[in-house]
């Protein structure tokens, strides 16, 4: 089961997460968890929790920790 979260709503998705991120590739969605994408422009605080971990907050405070196998992703989030 997937959940689109929105600013207002939530929303069960028929796709899985793997073909959302692959039709949203280019538009700053970012995977950072096997079961999250964020999108990039609203991240408002990254803190490491370690060399290959991170926790970001997102604008409506939620909060994701970054797979230690996704990790590199996190620089491409940071030079933004």
């Not at 028929?14 to 994408?37: D, P, T």
């Amino acid at each position: 089961m997937v959940w689109i979260v929105t600013a207002r709503q939530r929303y069960l998705a028929a796709q899985s997460l793997r073909k959302i991120q692959e039709k949203l590739e280019g538009s700053g969605f970012q995977r950072v968890h096997r079961n999250a994408l964020i999108n990039v422009d609203h991240v408002r605080k990254m803190v490491a929790l370690s060399s290959n971990r991170w926790l970001i907050t997102l604008n409506n405070n939620q909060e994701f920790v970054v797979s230690k196998r996704l990790a590199h992703n996190v620089r491409q989030i940071l030079s933004w």
